[in-house]
C-alpha cells in the first residue's frame, strides 16, 4: 500500500469513528470529525500531514513515485 492510498483510508476511517462517536457517545466528539476536515484541507494545500510523517516511520510506507522509482 501506498503512503497517500495510507493517509486516505485512515482519514476516512476517523472521519466514520468520530461520527459514529458522536451519535453514539458524546455530541462532542463532532470536533474530531472538524480536525480531521481541517487537516484534510490544510494537507491539499501545504503537503504537511502528521499522519503521513507517522506512517512513513513507524509501517516504513513510500509514496507513488517512490514505489515507481523502486521497480
Keep these: 500500500m501506498s503512503l497517500e492510498k ?3 483510508a485512515f482519514a476516512g ?11 453514539w457517545v ?4 463532532i470536533w474530531l470529525t472538524v480536525f480531521v476536515g481541517a487537516n484534510l484541507f490544510q494537507q491539499s494545500f501545504t503537503g504537511f500531514c502528521p499522519a503521513a510523517i507517522v506512517m512513513r516511520k513507524v509501517f516504513n510506507l513510500k509514496t ?3 514505489r ?4
Aim: glycine residues 0%.
Design 6 to 8: 495510507a493517509v486516505t
Design 26 to 29: 458524546h455530541p462532542a466528539f
Design 13 to 23: 476511517f476517523m472521519v466514520l469513528l468520530s461520527v459514529a462517536l458522536t451519535v
Design 68 to 71: 515507481a522509482r523502486a521497480q
Design 64 to 66: 507513488e513515485a517512490e
